[in-house]
């Protein structure tokens, strides 16, 4: 079964940078959809950024200009950039990859920890 495998996760302070990065471990038909997900310990899953196939970008408000979401449809992979780091960014963060048409499906990866520390 194809599994989403993220990496890119980890320690940084506040202010600084990490890349995420999200790949399938085999081959998805039709991947239309990608994005990024996060998760705060006691809170409910959010949604981070989303990219189409043709690059078109969606960020939640109070991400955009720090996030930056990309993909590579030669690879099935996406990357989350994360710049100016702050505490409340502090999360697991996951990948999600929908398949076009009407049986469209959603495939989870497991997850990466990310502390961003004051």
């Known amino acids: 079964q194809v599994q989403l495998v993220e990496s890119g996760g980890g320690l940084v302070q506040v202010g600084g940078s990490l890349r995420l990065s999200c790949a399938a471990s085999?081959?998805?038909?039709?991947?239309?959809?990608m994005g990024w997900y996060r998760q705060a310990p006691g809170k409910q899953r959010e949604w981070v950024a989303t990219?189409?196939?043709?690059?078109?970008?969606n960020y939640a408000g109070s991400l955009r200009g720090r996030f930056s979401i990309s993909r590579d449809n030669a690879k099935d992979t996406v990357y989350l950039q994360m710049n100016s780091l702050k505490p409340e960014d502090t999360a697991t963060y996951y990948c999600?990859?929908?398949?076009?048409?009407?049986?469209?499906?959603?495939?989870w990866g497991q997850g990466t920890q990310v502390t961003v520390s004051s």
């Open positions: 999600k990859f929908t398949t076009y048409g009407p049986s469209s499906y959603d495939y």
């Open positions: 085999g081959s998805i038909f039709s991947i239309n959809a």
């Open positions: 990219i189409g196939r043709a690059g078109r970008t």
